[in-house]
T-cell receptor, first 114, second 115 residues
């Protein structure tokens, strides 16, 4: 069990560019979450996958954001036409089971939009 | 509406002091789960404890203890004999049954333990 991994760990991009982040959950975890954390705040929920199905999206997830989880394995989060307000830490978490088990978090991808 | 409040933004203590981190939550559900996570400077959230709404027994794990009181909607976390390695941001989170079980986090409490 190698834990949740995220790539890249850091991304600096210019406003207007597109970026894509990857999350590899713990193997056999069927539930996957994306959260966003800004400075001095707690993580905020963005979206949830159960296997390959995206079952919930937060209102925080504007049309510029899209997430996928092909084949129920790794997941990607893409932000199109980045804005300075998108600068944040993007966290991925995974868990398994049908009851509330603790979520295991990855190290996050820190995005800086200049 | 669901909400988690951690009123203490930052706490500083001297090593070996005891410290309590407060967490107050709001929910309309009768069944829910509460969590505490630690976020060290490296940034990765580390799970500490999970508690369901039907289990109000206090829990102790080494130097850590948790006090869950439904009557006051609080789930406080105490570190006994704090150590420098305890320095981190601590988050309390709420999750309700049904749906996606997503977390609602508080804003966190930054704990600084001084040598």
């Amino acid at each position: 069990d190698t834990g949740v991994s995220q790539n890249p760990r850091h991304k600096i991009t210019k406003r207007g560019q597109n970026v894509t982040f990857r999350c590899d959950p713990i193997s056999e975890h069927n539930r996957l979450y994306w959260y966003r954390q800004t400075l001095g705040q707690g993580p905020e929920f963005l979206t949830y996958f159960q296997n390959e199905a995206q079952l919930e999206k937060s209102r925080l997830l504007s049309d510029r954001f899209s997430a996928e989880r092909p084949k129920g394995s790794f997941s990607t989060l893409e932000i199109q036409r980045t804005e300075q307000g998108d600068s944040a830490m993007y966290l991925c978490a995974s868990t398994s089971g049908t009851v509330i088990n603790e979520q295991y978090f990855g190290p996050g991808t820190r995005l800086t939009v200049t | 509406a669901q909400k988690v409040t951690q009123a203490q933004t930052e706490i500083s203590v001297v090593e070996k002091e005891d410290v309590t981190l407060d967490c107050v939550y709001e929910t309309r559900d009768t069944t829910y789960y509460l969590f505490w996570y630690k976020q060290p400077p490296s940034g990765e959230l580390v799970f500490l404890i999970r508690r369901n709404s039907f289990d109000e027994q206090n829990e102790i794990s080494g130097r850590y203890s948790w006090n869950f009181q439904k009557s006051t909607s609080s789930f406080n976390f105490t570190i006994t004999a704090s150590q420098v390695v305890d320095s981190a941001v601590y988050f309390c989170a709420l999750s309700e049954l049904g749906g996606t079980y997503k977390y609602i986090f508080g804003t966190g409490t930054r704990l600084k333990v001084l040598a």
